[in-house]
């Protein structure tokens, strides 16, 4: 088909240098799937390159901590994935003798690994002919054919693969595959996307109709829920601090934080000291509280804002569970947590 052709000669003129399109290597390949999933590759670049360097082979990761995982995919989000990845390598090495599935049924078995990503890694490793559905191909395939099928709905996730499974050159999988999606997220770009060089445009649905801004059409998500979180930093004479694990699951899971005081609303100075003056870690010891940040900081996640604010607690000693200040380096911390400590002068 025309449209296929039309992308595979794009790309073949067109693609990004990245260091995992010179590989077919499936540990490489997973491992650069697992960290672009809802990550740009700008962003996600660097977090490869570091783990490349620290873990060249599926058994080194394995073999690490977790909290030294963790700590190496901090600042990256959606640390799930993190777990998971650590898990699979697990899984494999120890398991599967250090071989990934080498089908898309099986790959779908890892814990971490979807549709897209078994796809993607059982055409580029293994030339099956599967065809890979992330937001860039969503994004083309609607344009272009004019399908208004929501993207995030039941309908539409089998109505696009289908399509795209029907589309993808039998006798190239890997490079359809990389092609569209490359084409999706340089080409075909979410907003103004520059149509008149388009190889794609005499064809587009969406560019002879006037309708780029419209499409993809995506069901609009629950509003996101405020919370308001306010953290306690202690610091003691001989410079300790206490952080926390989060051992539930949720956000952050097995992360570490600053003592966490959750309200319902923002808190005033005074009300706050007053409720925290019977906090655990505070009964009957004599203390000094100063609000770091006037302003709340306000931390957007997919399902949540956080409204946060920093309390500095000055007190004579703490715990046997406090570490130096200088250990806090040490520890994975969440990207808002890691920039307070940045700027914070302990």
């Known amino acids: 088909m025309i449209f296929s052709k039309t992308l595979i000669y794009w790309y073949s003129n067109s693609k990004r240098i990245l260091p995992w399109r010179q590989t077919k290597d499936s540990y490489y390949i997973w491992l650069s799937e697992i960290i672009l999933q809802q990550t740009q590759v700008k962003q996600g670049l660097p977090y490869y390159e570091a783990f490349v360097a620290t873990y060249p082979t599926v058994f080194d990761l394995a073999k690490a901590n977790e909290r030294d995982v963790l700590k190496l995919w901090q600042g990256l989000g959606y640390y799930s994935r993190a ?4 898990t699979t390598a697990k899984h494999i090495a120890y398991e599967l003798n250090g071989k990934f599935p080498n089908s898309y049924n099986e790959l779908l078995k890892l814990k971490g690994v979807g549709d897209y990503t078994a796809s993607a890694i059982a055409s580029i490793c293994f030339n099956e002919v599967t065809a890979v559905v992330d937001g860039n191909v969503y994004r083309v395939l609607s344009r272009f054919f004019g399908i208004d099928t929501p993207i995030n709905s039941s309908k539409g996730s089998k109505e696009f693969k289908q399509l795209a499974q029907e589309l993808i050159d039998k006798k190239n999988p890997a490079e359809f595959n990389q092609a569209i999606m490359e084409f999706g997220a340089m080409q075909c770009k979410p907003k103004q996307p520059d149509c008149n060089i388009c190889p794609l445009n005499k064809g587009c649905i969406a560019f002879n109709t006037n309708r780029i801004a419209e499409l993809p059409v995506k069901i609009k998500s629950v509003k996101a829920k405020k919370k308001h979180f306010n953290f306690l930093v202690f610091i003691s004479k001989d410079e300790k601090t206490i952080l926390e694990k989060r051992e539930n699951k949720g956000i952050w899971q097995n992360l570490y934080q600053f003592p966490l005081v959750e309200t319902s609303r923002e808190q005033t100075y005074n009300a706050f000291k007053k409720r925290v003056t019977s906090h655990h ?19 957007k996640l997919s399902h949540q804002h956080l409204y946060t604010k920093f309390w500095i607690v000055n007190t004579d000693a703490l715990s046997a569970n406090s570490i130096s200040v200088d250990k806090i380096q040490d520890f994975p911390v969440p990207i808002l947590i890691g920039n307070f400590i940045e700027n914070f002068n302990f």
């Open 83 to 86: 777990r998971n990845l650590h």
């Open 281 to 299: 870690l505070l009964k009957d010891t004599p203390f000094e509280l100063t609000l770091y940040n006037k302003d709340a900081i306000i931390h």
